[in-house]
């Protein structure tokens, strides 16, 4: 029965944007750790669904490779399929996702429906110049997902995932040069625009990314505690 003093708590929905290489998946997964939120990415949900071999992946497998963006009407399927998990109830960290003026508001309209509204849409800070040599460094544990890179970030023990113990590591087949190029002109053709929309809304941060990953985190984390109080 209620006492009167319950604190009405909405669940979390943040944002990360960010080109190519800006670090959305590290960070989000280091605030996954910290704050409890789960992390869901388009990207991820993408590449398992072409390894999959599911419709929407073989629709969105030559686009990915290709650097453009996959259709608005496939990445809201995928995306409507995994927030319907019972595990997204506390909070979700949107990875990658809205990348159209679409998306968004298709986001939008989604969360007044069930009352909510996103929490913050943080920016993460890049100079594109550095892009490329971060995503053409990077790779992940082939078991737990952990992701590494070349000079940046090596596991303690080299060839052992620190985070699983795994041996087997992976690169994505998007990760080179070229591709990169057309997935920065896609992010900012279509993506980069809706800085303005969080920013009208009154939810947008900034994070310089351009720091270690460290201090980017100890920046994101700051934010996320204080939008979440
Ligand atoms: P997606 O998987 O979302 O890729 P992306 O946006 O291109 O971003 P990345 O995963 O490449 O970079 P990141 O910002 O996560 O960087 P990371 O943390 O790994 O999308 C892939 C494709 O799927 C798209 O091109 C599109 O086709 C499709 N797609 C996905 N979502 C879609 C949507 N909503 N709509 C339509 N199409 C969609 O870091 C990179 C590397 O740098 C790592 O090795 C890391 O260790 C290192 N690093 C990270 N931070 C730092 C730092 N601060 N200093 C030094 N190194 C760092």
């Excluded at 750790?33 to 789960?38: I, K, N, P, T, Y």
């Excluded at 952990?146 to 590591?169: I, L, M, R």
């Excluded at 800085?195 to 700051?222: F, K, N, P, S, T």
């Amino acid at each position: 029965m209620p006492t009167g003093t319950e604190v009405e708590t909405r669940p979390v929905v943040l944002i990360l944007l960010g080109p190519p290489g800006a670090g959305k998946g590290t960070q989000a997964r280091m605030l996954e750790e910290r704050f409890g939120l789960v992390q869901l990415s388009t990207g991820d949900l993408l590449r398992a669904a072409v390894a999959e071999g599911t419709p929407a992946g073989l629709a969105a497998k030559a686009v990915m490779e290709s650097g453009a963006l996959v259709s608005d009407e496939i990445v809201l399927e995928i995306l409507a399929e995994r927030m319907a998990r019972p595990d997204v109830a506390r909070g979700v960290i949107l990875d990658g996702f809205p990348r159209t003026a679409g998306q968004a508001a298709a986001l939008d309209t989604l969360l007044a429906g069930v009352g909510q509204a996103v929490t913050a849409a943080i920016s993460l800070e890049v100079d594109d110049a550095a892009m490329v040599g971060r995503v053409s460094g990077r790779f992940t544990c082939a078991a737990c997902g952990e992701g590494y890179h070349d000079e940046h970030k090596q596991p303690a023990v080299a060839g052992t995932c620190d985070k699983c113990g795994g041996t087997e590591f992976k690169r994505r087949a998007d990760d080179n040069a070229e591709t990169v190029a057309e997935r920065l002109k896609a992010y900012h053709a279509q993506t980069a625009p809706l800085i303005a929309h969080y920013a009208g809304l009154g939810v947008l941060e900034r994070v310089d990314a351009m720091q270690d990953i460290d201090a980017v985190a100890g920046g994101l984390g700051d934010i996320v505690a204080r939008v979440t109080v």
